[in-house]
């Protein structure tokens, strides 16, 4: 089993519709996880990191963690079709939390 | 945005030949990395700096290597390049992993015939 699971989509969401993207961990041992969008082409940029288990909002995005269930998500309200892009989720691991490992990312497609 | 650039953008070369690829940052971090992109496998981590000097391999290591002399360059070499290396590859850098972000320079597509 991968260390960190996406469903690699395609995912398309109308405007203005919320869009979720999940991912799935093995490492109970997580506490962190952190998401990456990376438009075609470009390199990839954060856009939130969660810490501990239940919600944070940051604007339009919201991240979910649940460490029982070893899942995160990431959810988009109000859809632009600046958000698509491909979402990597990532998790930090190493001794010292020093590396990252990346899920191999959904691409969204936001439908106008 | 970390000021991250990397060096060469574009390249293509030919099955044996040495190929190094430059990343160099100017936020002073202490962290490096070297990833490789490909469809279907996503960031793939290639090896990793944390520090002058101090290096360490990643999960795709092989048939790679890396120095970083300066805090602000991190060079990954391909001793013989095969076709099986072809990939975009990122820079990033970070501060300090475990509460800060890795920046990731804007890649390098490398193709190798």
């Known amino acids: 089993q991968k260390e960190v699971e996406q469903n690699s989509g395609p995912l398309s969401v109308p405007e203005g519709a919320i869009a979720s993207l999940n991912c799935t961990y093995s490492?109970?041992?997580?506490?962190?996880f952190f998401w990456y969008r990376q438009y075609s082409g470009k390199s990839p940029e954060l856009i939130m990191s969660i810490y501990s288990n239940g919600d944070k909002e940051d604007g339009r995005f919201t991240a979910q963690l649940n460490k029982a269930s070893q899942y995160v998500s990431l959810l988009i309200r109000d859809s632009q079709p600046s958000d698509s892009a491909t979402y990597l989720c990532?998790?930090?691991?190493?001794?010292?939390?020093?590396?990252?490992?990346f899920g191999t990312g959904t691409r969204l497609t936001i439908i106008p | 945005d970390a000021g991250i650039t990397q060096s060469p953008r574009h390249k293509v070369t030919e099955t044996g030949t040495p190929v190094t690829l430059r990343c160099h940052q100017t936020?002073?971090?202490?962290?490096m990395y070297w990833y490789r992109q490909d469809p279907g496998h996503g960031l793939r981590l290639i090896h990793y700096s944390y520090g002058v000097k101090d290096t360490d391999k990643g999960e795709v290591s092989d048939g790679y290597s890396v120095s970083r002399s300066k805090t602000e360059d991190f060079l990954l070499t391909l001793e013989s390049a095969t076709s099986s290396q072809t990939s975009v590859y990122f820079c990033?850098?970070?501060?300090?992993?475990?509460?800060?972000?890795?920046?990731f320079g804007p890649g390098t597509r490398l193709t190798v015939l």
């Open positions: 936020e002073n971090h202490r962290y």
């Open positions: 990532a998790m930090p691991r190493g001794f010292g939390n020093e590396k990252l490992t």
């Open positions: 490492d109970r041992g997580s506490q962190s």
């Open positions: 990033a850098s970070s501060y300090s992993p475990r509460t800060d972000t890795q920046y």
